[in-house]
């Protein structure tokens, strides 16, 4: 345990690799900052008459769980609005005493992105999902009837997923969206990840502390096991951290964590999650995709760096062994080679490409869902990497791997 | 501790780097003199177990090192070459660390580390980084690592390359307080090193022992071809073609020179008592020049 905590040390107390943490964070904050400044309607300031006033003192009212009269009561404040507005004649005036945010179409609109629509979908989503589990339902008759027995279990499963699915309540979701759908951080995990880890090893070399550490007792295939172990909690770190930050950021931009229990499909891009969690969940088991993904990349860093002299060598290699799987991951997130997905990390370290769908891969005629395969996959390679890089290391001639407890 | 090397070898693609050495050290401070490329490395990478001998055997008191495995290295304290350690650790965590691969209690560590760094003189950097510390200090950490665990056999590398005269003398001084009761071997090409602390001297050539004694006895073995003479310089020049110049120094229009060669090199040469150096020049020279 001793052994791990230095390794640990010798890796994340670097001046460099905080410095660079420190940066990242505060870069992290700064873009999230950017997109809630940039994207949300709400972030107009705190004025009387702004949509962020006007939204969070409507929200009061239709909150909690729809209600017909909660929907008629919506309605009866839109519809007029939109009749108004429809033929674009309606007075333009941004100083309307009739109007909540000064302006006639500007409180319809305000209504319609945030209100309407979305009460809407979650409203709506019930039925659709009762008609994806219906048709499955249908689907796994029809195969049952040709004996098509993966059919069948795939339509099956579709069904368990989408059978009873609802979202009974009305919430805030904007920031849940944002903040799901917020990629950013996963280019500095990536970075840090690789700049902390991809040294792990050559900079013993560098030192020539590779030469001394095998002369002693501990020394060898041990202190390679805690440099394992070590580096898999600095990803952890540095995923857990940055998920971390990414949800205080957002809480902090936009003022809320409203939104945090309604089921992820509340959320439109998440209509088709593959898993039935609220989003603070859901966040949680996208953040452990994206650490073990990591953690798959890095020891495959690990092992790219394992025997160089020098340290610029792997980390260009490894940094062009990464771009070309963020790439190709990208290149295929959304189309429907799942197999090439659960084969690449980049799939895990977004996680959208395997949870804002439900996607099956046929495992010897079990219908598996695509991020359980990715991450059963990366669990796997990590594992024979980082057994490969134990055996594989140096040792000290007097302590074969027969000696080792 | 007896260290006993037996009719060792390496070979790398086809050529010995080090061939059929064998070597018995006990108590005391064995100097491992040779020139840059003679094998020193590559013995000492075998005894400490970074190395597998194509040919021989180790033994540490009879015993073969390889049947021993960590208990050997338990009794081993090495000191690389150039050691740069972790630049962002502090003297302290280091030593810590260190104590942590030799399976040292934390408690014994400490108590070690402190004792160590006192006679060291590091007491005073202990929290210091290893970045910030000079050529010097780096050296006296590295032998404080390598006693840690107050080992019976302490090996050093090259340990006063880089260093000046001053710390020098203080790190040799250091290695003869270390010397009671344990086999030091230590590697060098700097003759006086060894000159002053070692027991008996070790001098390799192109991976072979040539001689092992102590150092009166291999300066003996010269005795009547070390001379000295003064001439003029175009005489020098003459004399530089025929024979290996140890030293040359200027004195006026004429030049002092200490000249190592099996005849009198000249008339009005005289017999110099030899050192380690004539010994070093005589034996290890390369093979077209005129000492061998």
Not at chain 1, 83 to 93: K, R
Not at chain 1, 233 to 246: M, Q, Y
Not at chain 1, 283 to 301: C, H, I, K, Q, T
Request: glycine share 8%.
């Amino acid at each position: 345990m001793r052994l791990v905590w230095y390794e640990f040390a010798k890796l994340f107390c670097r001046r460099s690799v905080l410095v660079l943490f420190v940066l990242f964070s505060v870069i992290n904050l700064a873009k999230i900052y950017s997109e809630w400044d940039a994207y949300s309607f709400l972030a107009d300031g705190s004025g009387e008459r702004s949509w962020h006033t006007v939204y969070w003192q409507l929200y009061d009212q239709y909150q909690g769980p729809i209600t017909p009269e909660k929907v008629q009561q919506l309605l009866a404040t839109w519809q007029p609005l939109a009749q108004a507005t429809a033929d674009m004649t309606a007075s333009t005036a941004t100083d309307d005493a009739n109007s909540l945010t000064g302006n006639l179409y500007s409180d319809r609109n305000l209504l319609e992105k945030y209100f309407v629509d979305p009460m809407q979908y979650c409203y709506e989503y019930g039925d659709s999902a009762a008609s994806v589990a219906e048709k499955a339902r249908q689907n796994a008759e029809r195969a049952a009837q040709v004996n098509s027995l993966y059919q069948q279990r795939e339509s099956v499963a579709l069904y368990r997923i989408y059978a009873g699915r609802a979202v009974p309540d009305f919430a805030y979701t904007e920031m849940a969206n944002y903040y799901l759908n917020y990629d950013f951080s996963l280019i500095l995990v990536l970075l840090l990840g690789l700049y902390g880890v991809a040294g792990t090893f050559v900079e013993e070399r560098e030192t020539q502390m590779d030469r001394l550490l095998l002369t002693n007792p501990n020394g060898g295939s041990r202190t390679v096991l805690a440099k394992l172990v070590a580096a898999s909690g600095f990803l952890l770190l540095v995923t857990t951290w940055f998920s971390l930050l990414d949800l205080a950021g957002f809480g902090a931009a936009f003022g809320t964590l409203e939104g945090l229990d309604l089921p992820v499909y509340a959320i439109p891009s998440f209509a088709e999650a593959p898993v039935s969690l609220s989003v603070l969940p859901f966040a949680v088991l996208a953040a452990a995709l994206r650490s073990a993904g990591l953690w798959a990349l890095g020891m495959v860093w690990l092992a790219v760096s394992l025997r160089s002299r020098n340290a610029l060598v792997p980390l260009v290699a490894n940094f062009a062994l990464t771009a070309v799987l963020v790439v190709g991951g990208a290149s295929v997130a959304y189309s429907h080679f799942v197999w090439a997905k659960a084969l690449d990390p980049y799939s895990l370290l977004a996680g959208r490409p395997l949870l804002a769908q439900t996607e099956f891969l046929d495992i010897g005629g079990f219908p598996v869902l695509s991020w359980q395969a990715a991450l059963a996959i990366s669990l796997v390679a990590g594992l024979v990497i980082a057994a490969a890089i134990y055996l594989l290391s140096p040792r000290n001639t007097y302590c074969p791997i027969r000696r080792l407890r | 501790m007896e260290i006993q090397f037996d009719n060792v070898a390496k070979c790398y693609k086809g050529k010995y780097a080090l061939k059929d050495f064998s070597a018995t050290l006990g108590e005391g401070v064995f100097g491992l003199l040779g020139e840059n490329g003679a094998g020193k490395t590559t013995l000492i990478s075998i005894l400490v177990g970074i190395l597998r001998a194509d040919g021989g055997t180790v033994r540490a008191d009879g015993r073969d090192v390889g049947a021993q495995g960590r208990a050997f290295l338990a009794d081993l304290g090495y000191m690389p070459q150039y050691p740069v350690f972790y630049r962002d650790f502090t003297v302290g965590d280091f030593l810590l660390y260190m104590g942590a691969l030799k399976s040292l209690s934390p408690a014994l560590a400490r108590s070690r580390a402190a004792e160590l760094l006192d006679t060291v003189n590091l007491s005073d950097a202990r929290d210091k980084k290893i970045g910030a510390l000079s050529g010097g200090m780096r050296q006296r950490l590295g032998i404080a690592q390598a006693m840690l665990s107050d080992p019976k056999v302490l090996v050093l590398d090259e340990p006063t390359a880089g260093l000046d005269p001053g710390e020098r003398i203080r790190f040799r001084n250091l290695i003869s307080r270390f010397a009671p009761g344990r086999t030091i071997l230590l590697a060098t090409h700097i003759v006086p090193d060894v000159e002053c602390i070692a027991t008996e001297i070790l001098l390799m050539r192109r991976g072979r022992l040539l001689m092992q004694g102590a150092p009166e006895a291999l300066e003996q073995s010269i005795a009547g071809k070390v001379w000295e003479a003064t001439a003029d310089l175009e005489q020098s020049r003459q004399l530089a073609e025929r024979c290996c110049i140890g030293n040359m120094k200027q004195d006026g229009p004429l030049f002092s020179l200490r000249i190592i060669s099996d005849e009198r090199p000249c008339a009005g040469a005289r017999p110099a008592r030899p050192n380690l150096e004539d010994v070093f020049l005589y034996f290890c020279q390369d093979g077209d020049a005129p000492c061998a």
